[in-house]
């Protein structure tokens, strides 16, 4: 049975992503459930110990009890078999933000993305915040380079707009245009929503809002839910 995924919006350790936190830390098995935390997006300007020094004082202030930060900065630890076991015995695999297009050509294809897999069919929560939600689709987009880019597909036919009440909502005019087939998932900063309710909804938790861009844009909010 696969897993449950979990998409933020961003500025999640903060002490505000509590509400989307704890529930992936439930439905992943509880305090007991390992985390494994993926800092690749942080590695391009060094900051990937201090970010995931920071994930993990966050998720242990939360009362989870195995938190650990795999030293997968690159292709080549992308592929070492210790990180990618690590990852197939985790419970909770949590990416996080920085450089997104390092991110997904750093996992694409590589031993570690196939054990994130192997852990999502056993039943795994796997989530991302601002670029760790937007490599999860099917596409993303890279600001760097002004140009969309194939993202791991763990949620298809889907494009995240992150920190989308700050600056993310601009992308989507854009986006409208390069994909027009595909869904837009703008999601608020502190925001977070998880595919937890039955019949493959996704719903809303946090303080923000999620806004789907189809034919139609529709909006939600803590506690509500939704599909596309």
């Not at 938190?67 to 690159?74: C, E, G, H, Y």
């Not at 005019?173 to 929503?193: H, N, S, V, Y």
Request: negative net charge; hydrophobic residues 40%.
């Amino acid at each position: 049975m696969a897993g449950i995924i979990l998409l933020e919006g961003g500025a999640e350790f903060g002490g505000k992503m509590a509400e989307p936190d704890l529930r992936a830390i439930g439905v992943a098995g509880g305090f007991e459930a390992p985390i494994c935390v993926i800092p690749t997006a942080a590695a391009p300007d060094h900051n990937h110990v201090r970010a995931g020094r920071n994930a993990e004082s966050w998720f242990r202030s939360l009362g989870a009890r195995q938190v650990s930060v795999l030293p997968l900065i690159d292709r080549a630890s992308a592929n070492q078999p210790e990180i990618a076991r690590a990852l197939r015995q985790a419970r909770f695999i949590y990416l996080l933000g920085g450089f997104t297009h390092f991110l997904g050509q750093t996992l694409l294809g590589s031993a570690s993305w196939e054990a994130i897999l192997d852990a999502y069919q056993a039943g795994a929560v796997v989530g991302g915040s601002s670029a760790g939600a937007m490599v999860l689709c099917q596409t993303y987009y890279d600001p760097g380079r002004g140009q969309v880019a194939e993202g791991l597909n763990l949620v298809p036919n889907a494009c995240v707009l992150p920190h989308h009440n700050t600056f993310g909502s601009g992308w989507a005019p854009k986006l409208r245009q390069l994909l027009p087939d595909a869904t837009l998932i703008g999601i608020d900063e502190r925001t977070g929503m998880l595919d937890d309710a039955e019949h493959a909804h996704w719903t809303v938790y946090g303080q923000g809002v999620v806004t789907i861009y189809q034919e139609q844009t529709k909006l939600y909010r803590k506690g509500e839910t939704f599909s596309f």
